[in-house]
């Protein structure tokens, strides 16, 4: 199916069967046969085998979040998203069930999938400093690629978030030279994250470093550092709009608290409901800190290519033309049809890994 320009369209294109993959096979405990049903329940499969990979089946954050709420109800047993991430099959699963606390998910560097040959895909948070929503990564991508989220300092509501852009961007190279230090990076950010993306490859550069792939999904560089520092909004305003960015339908009034809304959050199986009251206003505090830092930040000259995926639905003009004064190499637009909060939806980065492969097969001798 075609759009009115000629393009593919995603939208229109079947739901993928994905039972083709599955290796079925059978479970060997009692426990695996109820989380072997889990796992079907959660991703609408009639069978799901022991070995099937939860991402590679069309799993997703927000389907490991209602994955975990009913493996909860039926082991009593409370495990963190990271548990899905480091452990996505059924006999995997089960050897985390013995552990004594739920592993942490707001780590600065959140693994999605170890292992494999390839340099390492690092994907950078958005403002609100959570990088769970690049799960589905892992159904695209190879298994060679190592795959990384990396998230904001604060969101346990206690560490102070960043103070600048560049104070950020070195943080984070430094963690993840903890497990690629010789490079070269791949390295993409959506929104915000396009932003310490790019600082981030500049600063790699400073260092001799080479960037194979530097990715930005859908950021402005901003042309006025210092214009509108104070977020408008109110806590309940930003938090509503948190939730509707993953999905989440929140019917919040002006009249309604904070902790009314946590309230409403908490009632459904969703990313934001899986966190502590700390971590909710850590989150809070984390995207005003962004946007501030954000809004004083000046990009400098990134020496490589850029990739740009703008989301083009509901918007007019280009990025290339702003862009251009922060880029010395290629510039490459890639225009999606979709909504900026989209831009983490299966489709699109089904859509943006192609794109990202493209480029790095280029690259290789």
């Not at 739920?102 to 958005?126: M, N, W, Y």
């Not at 500049?202 to 520092?229: C, F, I, K, M, T």
């Not at 962004?290 to 007019?316: M, Q, V, W, Y």
Request: glycine fraction near 8%.
């Amino acid at each position: 199916p075609l759009t009115p320009n000629g393009k593919l369209d995603r939208k229109a294109l079947p739901a993928p069967d994905y039972t083709a993959g599955s290796t079925q096979r059978a479970p060997r405990t009692p426990q695996e046969e109820t989380l072997c049903r889990l796992f079907a329940e959660v991703l609408t499969l009639q069978h799901v085998g022991i070995d099937d990979n939860f991402f590679e089946l069309g799993g997703n954050s927000l389907l490991a979040i209602r994955l975990l709420s009913r493996v909860r109800s039926a082991f009593d047993v409370k495990l963190g998203l990271q548990a899905i991430f480091e452990s996505p099959t059924v006999s995997e699963l089960t050897g985390q069930f013995s552990l004594p606390n739920a592993k942490k998910t707001l780590d600065v560097l959140l693994s999605i999938r170890e292992g494999g040959e390839q340099h390492p895909i690092f994907c950078l948070h958005p403002g609100g400093g959570i990088s769970w929503g690049y799960s589905a990564l892992a159904t695209y991508v190879p298994a060679e690629y190592p795959i990384y989220g990396i998230q904001a300092r604060g969101l346990d509501g206690h560490e102070d978030p960043a103070a600048s852009i560049q104070e950020m961007a070195s943080d984070y190279i430094r963690q993840i030279l903890t497990v690629h230090e010789t490079g070269p990076y791949i390295i993409m950010g959506w929104s915000f994250g396009g932003a310490v993306a790019q600082e981030m490859a500049v600063q790699l550069e400073e260092q001799g470093r080479s960037v194979a792939v530097l990715a930005v999904l859908d950021w402005y560089p901003n042309a006025s550092p210092g214009d509108h520092v104070d977020y408008p909004l109110s806590d309940v305003s930003l938090l509503a709009d948190l939730a509707q960015n993953i999905g989440m339908e929140i019917d919040a009034t002006p009249a309604m608290s904070l902790e009314q809304l946590i309230s409403l959050i908490r009632a459904e199986e969703t990313i934001l409901s899986s966190l502590s009251d700390d971590n909710i206003k850590g989150i809070l505090r984390v995207f005003r800190n962004n946007h501030k830092i954000a809004s004083e930040f000046s990009p400098r000259c990134f020496r490589g290519d850029l990739l740009i995926f703008e989301a083009i639905e509901g918007r007019t003009g280009s990025m290339a033309q702003q862009w251009k004064p922060f880029v010395s190499g290629e510039i490459h637009i890639h225009e999606i049809n979709v909504r900026h909060t989209e831009m983490l939806s299966s489709p699109t980065l089904a859509a943006i890994w192609e794109s990202i492969d493209a480029k790095l097969k280029v690259a290789r001798p």
